[in-house]
């Protein structure tokens, strides 16, 4: 089973690419940020809505912070300067989180109401916390592709990147 040192690089990934992805995105006027696109989420500003959705989403059945799940495919702030602040306080909370994480709680199951298709599931923890992270790499990806066809790079996404790990010359 994967354990909390696992998570909390994972964490500290997020928090490192979202940190790079908004600073980009804050380059960019509204218009912009909000311009259907054709993508899953229409635009940039509703691909990053819908990661906090999933992050806020699954904290709610994790700790109980926020008492409950949002609602699917709902702006969840007024705009991208509330949006971004949530985002730099949420990676910070989950980073925080994760170091709570054990391997009991990980190997036990959890049971929830999907807000995508209204069923009851019961995966364990370990799994849904794996889910977590891998929802908001697969959505960045997309977001990473939106401003690549507007002509901004956000460089390399890569875990090997992040700042904390050494390199030689």
Not at 86 to 93: E, V, Y
Request: proline residues 5%; contains cysteine; charged residues 20%.
């Amino acid at each position: 089973m994967i354990n909390n040192t696992h998570y909390r690089v994972m964490a500290e990934y997020n928090e490192w690419m979202n940190s790079r992805l908004y600073s980009l995105c804050a380059s960019l006027p509204d218009d912009e940020l909000k311009k259907d696109r054709g993508a899953f989420f229409k635009s940039i500003y509703l691909t990053l809505n819908h990661i906090v959705y999933g992050d806020l989403a699954f904290m709610s059945r994790f700790t109980g912070d926020p008492d409950g799940v949002p609602e699917l495919n709902k702006e969840l702030f007024s705009g991208f300067p509330a949006l971004h602040e949530q985002r730099i306080n949420l990676d910070a909370r989950i980073i925080s989180w994760t170091e709570s994480l054990t391997e009991s709680w990980l190997a036990e199951p959890l049971t929830y109401q999907s807000k995508v298709d209204g069923k009851l599931r019961t995966v364990p923890k370990w799994i849904l916390v794996t889910h977590m992270f891998n929802h908001q790499t697969h959505h960045r990806g997309q977001v990473t592709t939106l401003l690549s066809q507007i002509g901004l790079d956000m460089g390399s996404t890569d875990i090997p990147f992040m700042p904390h790990f050494k390199t030689s010359p």
